[in-house]
């Protein structure tokens, strides 16, 4: 059984003051734990789990020595920042957050300032699904390890190199790296289907990329559509469009 101290530990890392002090985070669902256990399972702390998943991954759980809580509904619930409470969560180590002087070639998405932890997600999502490597963000975009963020991912964070860079420290850096905007006053997309690297900005869900940004692109990159009749995508939807089409 949980004790009052082990929960309010457990929930305060849905703060991100906590996760920083702590550097932890919480994991919830049976697939997101699972791809934890596959891929990291250094990182698992501590599982809290229902015994009919305890009973279904006995052998995982022996085999990389997981350290395992038996819970019920209940107590789940009362952990979990869901509505719904998953039949399994853990608490799991935060992976190194890398600096803007490690970026591969190839393509990855530069996020500044996004808020919505589920679009945050979701776009980590896409650029694992399409195979890139690096995954950047701005200092002032959500947390990574947001636990909407963390749920919208599904995993995907686990395929990705993290980093919190600002966008003319890369400039600085990586000067083979072409800087492309995402914007509605670019050039279409289907102009630069030579390019096979560069870095792909996407901008803040209301305000889209700041003006401050734009000396520093080398490519204002712009979505086919009926603009006319649309003032925007969700950031998310956009990033699954330019990710498939330069990848």
């Known amino acids: 059984m949980l004790s009052k101290q082990e929960i309010k530990k457990i929930k305060s890392l849905n703060l991100k003051k906590f996760r ?19 891929y990291a399972p250094d990182k698992i702390k501590r599982v809290y789990a229902s015994q009919n998943w305890m009973n279904k991954y006995n052998k995982v759980i022996n085999l990389h020595a997981i350290s395992v809580q038996e819970v019920d509904e209940r107590e789940l619930k009362s952990i979990s920042s869901l509505n719904t409470a998953n039949k399994v969560a853990a608490i799991v180590e935060k992976p190194l957050i890398k600096s803007a002087t490690e970026l591969n070639d190839g393509f990855s998405f530069y996020l500044e ?23 950047i963000c701005s200092p002032h975009c959500v947390d990574f ?20 860079a600002d966008l003319k420290d890369i400039k600085e850096n990586h000067t083979n790296l072409p800087i492309m905007l995402a914007v509605l006053d670019g050039t ?12 792909i900005v996407l901008g803040n869900e209301g305000n889209g990329i ?11 990159v712009r979505i086919e559509g009926q603009s006319n009749k649309m003032d925007s995508l969700n950031v998310a939807v956009a990033a699954g469009i330019l990710a498939s089409f330069f990848n």
């Open 20 to 38: 920083d002090r702590e550097n932890l985070f919480l994991a919830e669902g049976e697939k997101i734990i699972n791809d934890v256990i596959s």
């Open 113 to 135: 300032n996004v808020q919505n932890p589920a679009n945050l997600g979701a776009i980590m999502r896409v650029a694992a699904w399409f195979g890139m490597v690096d995954f």
């Open 145 to 164: 390890f947001n636990p909407k963020t963390i749920q919208a991912s599904m995993g995907s964070y686990l395929h990705l190199n993290l980093h919190v």
């Open 188 to 199: 279409s997309m289907k102009n630069y289907n030579n390019l096979s690297k560069g870095i």
């Open 210 to 220: 700041s003006k401050d940004t734009y000396p520093l692109a080398d490519h204002l």
